[in-house]
């Protein structure tokens, strides 16, 4: 089946500084990748909705320029966390759609990133 | 609004019996719903979903779930639970355009 990859798949990072993180689909094109955050028992929830070539869409209440999305390729999407401080530190999720003829609920989901600021 | 509820934290059966893992949701109109395991250090893999037809849905490794509508729920159940069956659990439905993921539940599948 269809597999979508994250790296680094943990960091660790200083507070104020900057850490990126990718997915990629390994063996799909993915015209469409979404991110998430996980807190501890808590849910996922969607941060923001990424098309390849154009500027992603993001959910009320996420910092854009705070969380920046880079979906340069059909099978690579980036989140850069800026200025990390440590209220950052959370499980972060990516996704996939399928291809552009699935339904958009159709998804592959990474295996997630450790995010933990210092 | 539309909502997820997974009402127990943690699930713990003995290897052999069967699971229920509990989900209820509030959406409007017809729902699409599923049912994702997360193993540790894994990415959410499907598991079955409930879109129309049949209310008994059949997914992988043995999983099935029943959408009722009356009692807006749709439980996850296995008839006979494996060790390896372990793992965080979330159901989900479909909102407007993103998916509503419950909180999770920790099923634990005692040997």
């Known amino acids: 089946g269809a597999v979508v990859s994250q790296h680094p798949s943990w960091v660790i990072c200083k507070s104020g500084t900057s850490v990126k993180i990718e997915c990629r689909s390994l063996?799909?094109?993915?015209?469409?990748m979404f991110w998430y955050r996980q807190f501890p028992k808590q849910s996922l929830m969607l941060m923001a909705t990424s098309n390849e070539g154009s500027k992603a869409t993001y959910e009320q209440g996420v910092e854009k320029d705070k969380f920046l999305i880079n979906h340069a390729s059909l099978t690579l999407s980036t989140l850069t966390v800026t200025s990390a401080h440590p209220e950052d530190s959370s499980f972060y999720i990516c996704s996939a759609r399928a291809s552009e003829g699935t339904p958009i609920y159709e998804q592959y989901f990474g295996p997630g990133t450790r995010l933990t600021v210092t | 609004a539309q909502s997820v509820a997974q009402p127990e934290d943690q699930v713990n059966v003995a290897e052999g019996n069967p699971l229920t893992v509990k989900c209820t949701y509030s959406?409007?109109?017809?729902?699409?719903l599923f049912w994702y395991v997360q193993y540790p250090n894994r990415g959410l893999q499907f598991l079955l979903k409930?879109?129309?037809?049949?209310?008994l849905v059949k997914g992988s490794y043995g999983f099935e779930a029943e959408f009722n509508k009356s009692q807006t729920s749709f439980h996850l159940k296995k008839p006979s639970a494996l060790v390896s069956d372990s793992a965080l659990y979330f159901c989900a439905v479909w909102g407007t355009y993103k998916y509503i993921f419950g909180t999770g539940t920790r099923l634990k599948v005692l040997a």
């Open positions: 409930y879109i129309t037809g049949d209310n």
């Open positions: 063996d799909f094109q993915a015209t469409t």
């Open positions: 959406v409007s109109g017809n729902p699409y």
